[in-house]
């Protein structure tokens, strides 16, 4: 059964600092993997989608990678600002199972201060 | 954005009672998802819907049933509504397997 797991749960940071979000899977086999924001309150908001034959996917200040392999993903936020707090969601869509609908980390709630 | 409602945004029931919740699309996707999301536990799979008339069950699909009858609408029927369904309902579509997924802004249900 395919898990995902997004460490940390939490993060804080000042306002212009880059940083990283981590995703993992178990589960080699999948379609894609999808990065989602989410503000409280609020619907899930997606921000980049990998298929599962690249390795990244760029958007702005956003630049996601995977590596299908070791079951990694990564989100990276360049020059953080104080509208990048929300919680930040993967979640992959795996090829091997019934149903294929994403399967979903439990999210890094993000917060930066200004 | 993608057309996605999904209606009621909030309800307030009795335990006992049945509730059907209803999401519409607009983009004419061809799978549509129910998930629920809790504290705690993260974004679950409730029941999802591969095409008109063709569903199946999720995670946490006891107490739940969905229709499907156009491509539009997927309704989420709760059988007899419990506290521990106390929730927000989200529901996703996506064109194929490769494409993104969108979602709508949620409902909140309160069982009280």
């Known amino acids: 059964k395919q898990e995902v797991t997004q460490i940390p749960a939490a993060l804080s940071v000042p306002e212009g600092e880059n940083l990283v979000l981590n995703c993992s899977f178990t589960?080699?086999?999948?379609?894609?993997l999808q990065w989602f924001r989410q503000d409280p309150g609020k619907g899930l908001t997606s921000l980049l989608l990998i298929q599962s034959s690249q390795r990244e996917q760029t958007s702005g200040r956003l630049n996601a990678s995977l590596d299908k392999s070791s079951g990694r993903s990564t989100l990276y936020i360049a020059a953080s600002q104080p509208g990048d707090s929300a919680t930040y969601l993967c979640a992959v869509r795996p090829a091997n199972q019934a149903g294929t609908a994403l399967i979903f980390g439990k999210g890094t709630t993000l917060s930066v201060s200004s | 954005d993608a057309g996605i409602t999904q209606s009621p945004r909030h309800k307030v029931t009795e335990t006992g009672t049945p509730v059907t919740l209803r999401c519409h699309q607009t983009e004419n996707h061809r799978y549509m998802y129910w998930y629920r999301q809790d504290p705690g536990h993260g974004l679950r799979l409730i029941h999802y819907s591969y095409g008109v008339k063709d569903t199946d069950k999720g995670e946490v699909s006891d107490g739940y049933s969905v229709s499907r009858s156009k491509t539009e609408d997927f309704l989420l029927t709760l059988e007899s509504a419990t506290s521990s369904q106390t929730s927000v309902y989200f529901c996703?579509?996506?064109?194929?397997?490769?494409?993104?997924?969108?979602f709508g802004q949620g409902t909140r249900l309160t069982v009280v």
């Open positions: 589960d080699s086999a999948i379609y894609n």
């Open positions: 996703a579509i996506s064109a194929d397997l490769y494409t993104e997924a969108f």
